[in-house]
């Protein structure tokens, strides 16, 4: 007979092998799933994909999905597309500098698929978008993601960025460790606009 107890230590089990707590349909029996999202353990983030949570979560209460926001889209992200997408600029620098703030949305460029923007919990949202010819070469994974080198995004980032968010590009600008690896992205792409908009933020900043 199917109990509450089993069906908790068999996603508990999953949960530990995965290293994460974001779980797909496809990985636990149906009876498991009804069984967990009546007593709380389970939260659905979107149609299939769910998210292993304490009971004792207040409704409302949006810290466990901020905590695994990142987790939940490498994993999203690794099931639909494996290793043929990459995220924005923004994004990209954001992870780069360890931005703690979760974005309202996260652009993702990728090798095949339409757009399909996906609307997340807590007023968040994914935006995917098939341009392959954009994806870069100039790529790394941070927290599992795939996303550009920082000295890539500086130079595809947009004007608007600099000005919503100079905190954060004041961050990026310092973290570069050589600015002869940014020069040699810039000549390699031949990134003109790019290269004025970087010397003037440099300038500002006094560098």
């Known amino acids: 007979m199917q109990t509450f107890k089993d069906a908790l230590f068999r996603v508990h089990a999953l949960s530990e092998k995965k290293g994460s707590h974001i779980l797909h349909t496809s990985e636990i029996s149906r009876m498991d799933r009804t069984l967990l999202v009546r007593k709380g353990w389970l939260e659905e983030i979107i149609r299939g994909w769910y998210l292993l949570v304490r009971p004792d979560v207040q409704a409302g209460d949006s810290t466990a999905w901020y905590a695994n926001f990142w987790d939940f889209l490498k994993v999203y992200l690794n099931h639909h597309y494996k290793t043929d997408y990459c995220l924005s600029a923004e994004s990209s620098i954001d992870l780069q500098?360890?931005?703690?703030?979760?974005?309202?949305?996260?652009?993702?460029?990728?090798?095949?698929?339409?757009?399909?923007?996906?609307?997340?919990?807590?007023?968040?949202?994914?935006?995917?978008?098939?341009?392959?010819?954009?994806?870069?070469?100039?790529?790394?994974?941070?927290?599992?993601?795939?996303?550009?080198?920082?000295?890539?995004?500086?130079?595809?980032?947009?004007?608007?960025?600099?000005?919503?968010?100079?905190?954060?590009?004041?961050?990026?600008?310092?973290?570069?460790?050589?600015?002869?690896?940014?020069?040699?992205?810039?000549?390699?792409?031949?990134?003109?606009?790019?290269?004025?908009?970087?010397?003037?933020?440099?300038?500002?900043?006094g560098d």
């Not at 990728?110 to 997340?120: M, R």
């Not at 960025?161 to 020069?183: G, N, Y």
């Open 97 to 205: 500098i360890g931005n703690t703030v979760i974005p309202k949305q996260v652009i993702v460029m990728t090798q095949k698929g339409s757009t399909t923007p996906v609307q997340l919990p807590y007023d968040t949202s994914l935006l995917t978008y098939k341009a392959s010819a954009d994806i870069p070469n100039d790529r790394e994974i941070v927290k599992g993601l795939q996303v550009m080198t920082l000295n890539y995004a500086l130079c595809k980032v947009t004007p608007t960025f600099f000005q919503k968010s100079p905190h954060d590009m004041e961050i990026a600008l310092r973290s570069v460790p050589s600015t002869a690896d940014l020069l040699r992205v810039i000549v390699e792409h031949d990134f003109k606009s790019a290269a004025g908009r970087l010397v003037g933020a440099y300038r500002f900043l």
